[in-house]
């Protein structure tokens, strides 16, 4: 299966933390994706890392990737209340996008 | 710009009635992508189209469900005699490649169509 399998499904932090998802995946890729949802909207995309990227950084995300464990983090540094959503990762296939079911994240006051 | 456009945002439908889903790609992009999305869970893959062509529908249910997107107008997504089951969020995304080809890039989604079959 081309699915991302993301880990943990639910992680719940006090703000300011910084939060950490996983996301295996088995086939091999030419790129891995991050998207938020934020409850009861789209998907938005947050950050691309080709395969031949080891890391990643967008303001205060950070992405990795280790093609030989297959395998990519998603770490949201100093976090805030308005992180709260689920984070997916997403492994192209040959003509699609192909999500896995996500991390909830939830940032407590 | 105007982002991806999805409606009706909510729809209700009786067992046995038709739905029909509308999504107007970005400006500029000719290939859409439809998903579903069941509560709590990831996006499931349907179809994913270019104007007037069904590249990939292996995530299309054999029976009832149909898309297309005509060279003028938005993407369709049709459902004929829905069932409970059905009750979903359905999204579509698109992308503004010009040839079938692994993608390099983004998806931008829309808001999507929450669709209760009662």
């Known amino acids: 299966s081309q699915q991302g399998e993301e880990d943990p499904q639910a992680l719940s932090i006090q703000e300011g933390e910084n939060a950490t998802m996983n996301c295996s995946y088995k086939t091999s890729i030419n790129n891995l994706q991050w998207y938020r949802q934020n409850s009861g909207r789209g998907l938005v995309h947050l950050i691309l890392?080709?395969?031949?990227?080891r890391e990643k950084h967008s303001g205060r995300l950070r992405v990795t990737l280790d093609t030989s464990k297959k395998s990519s983090s998603l770490l949201i540094t100093a976090s805030r209340a308005a992180d709260t959503a689920s984070y997916f990762c997403a492994i192209q296939g040959a003509q699609k996008l192909v999500f896995g079911q996500g991390t909830r994240l939830t940032i407590n006051p | 710009n105007a982002g991806v456009m999805q409606n009706p945002r909510h729809l209700v439908r009786r067992r046995g009635q038709e739905a029909r889903l509308r999504c107007s790609p970005m400006k500029g992009h000719s290939h859409v992508y439809w998903y579903r999305q069941l509560p709590e869970e990831g996006l499931k893959f349907m179809v994913y189209l270019q104007k007037e062509n069904i590249i990939d529908e292996s995530g299309m249910p054999k029976e009832r469900f149909s898309a297309e997107f005509p060279k003028e107008g938005p993407s369709i997504l049709r459902i004929q005699q829905v069932v409970r089951g059905d009750s979903a969020a359905y999204f579509c995304?698109?992308?503004?490649?010009?040839?079938?080809?692994?993608?390099?890039?983004?998806?931008?989604f829309g808001e999507g169509s929450r669709l209760t079959v009662l």
């Open positions: 890392i080709r395969s031949n990227e």
């Open positions: 995304a698109s992308s503004p490649r010009t040839s079938v080809r692994p993608i390099t890039g983004e998806l931008f």
